[in-house]
């Protein structure tokens, strides 16, 4: 069984500082990682995705990939009240994808 | 360039009645997926086609669960009869034919009711 794992949070940060979501797989084949933000009564929205080792920048987010370790995180720099939300992190291997069940992040201002 | 559309946003049945939702996917993109979304957890798949062939249906419950997608483009989920566990929000997502990389862009999903 193929999982995708995920602390549930809350995630709690005050406004300005960093926020450090993690996410960690168990198919050491997958190849492609995502990051989708939910607001809650809304669906996911794409903001990030990563596919070699290493970090990606995109503006306030910067993601974070270890296939050796099978962990991929997500950083929100000068984290903002808007940020609170969801975040999924997603893994796909070939055409499959499995979800996790997101962490609750909770910026306060 | 148009989003993923889905019909209806919201939908209340009784237990035993059936049940049908629609998505349109981006215009080009040939996989298409049906997602079930309970409070609190992540999407779950239901059914994932390329064109009009499905991939991965091994999480639909087929005893109730239906889906089609007739000519590649829209698609169609019907519950019948639906249970009280159904309740939950159906999302649709569609993504380009890309193995290894699968960008999936959402509907915004229709919440059921099953009372």
């Known amino acids: 069984q193929k999982e995708v794992e995920q602390n549930s949070g809350p995630l709690s940060v005050p406004e300005g500082a960093i926020a450090s979501l993690n996410c960690t797989y168990s198919?050491?084949?997958?190849?492609?990682f995502f990051w989708y933000r939910q607001y809650s009564g809304k669906s996911p929205e794409l903001i990030m995705s990563i596919y070699s080792n290493g970090d990606k920048e995109d503006g306030r987010f910067t993601a974070q990939l270890n296939k050796a370790s099978q962990y991929v995180s997500l950083l929100i720099r000068d984290s903002q009240p808007s940020d609170s939300a969801t975040y999924l992190c997603?893994?796909?291997?070939?055409?499959?994808?499995?979800f996790g069940a997101g962490t609750r992040l909770f910026v306060k201002a | 360039e148009a989003g993923v559309a889905q019909s209806p946003r919201y939908k209340i049945i009784e237990k035993r009645q059936s049940v049908a939702f629609w998505c349109n996917p981006i215009?080009?993109?040939?996989?298409l997926y049906w997602y079930q979304q309970i409070l609190g957890q992540g999407p779950k798949l239901l059914i994932q086609f390329q064109n009009n062939g499905v991939v991965d249906d091994s999480q639909l419950p087929k005893d109730r669960f239906s889906a089609e997608r007739l000519k590649g483009v829209d698609s169609t989920l019907k519950i019948q009869p639906a249970k009280l566990e159904d309740s939950a929000v159906y999302l649709c997502a569609s993504s380009q034919e890309r193995e290894g990389s699968n960008e999936q862009f959402f509907g915004p999903g229709t919440r059921l009711t099953v009372l």
């Open positions: 198919d050491r084949g997958s190849q492609s």
């Open positions: 997603a893994v796909t291997g070939g055409f499959k994808t499995i």
């Open positions: 215009s080009g993109h040939a996989t």
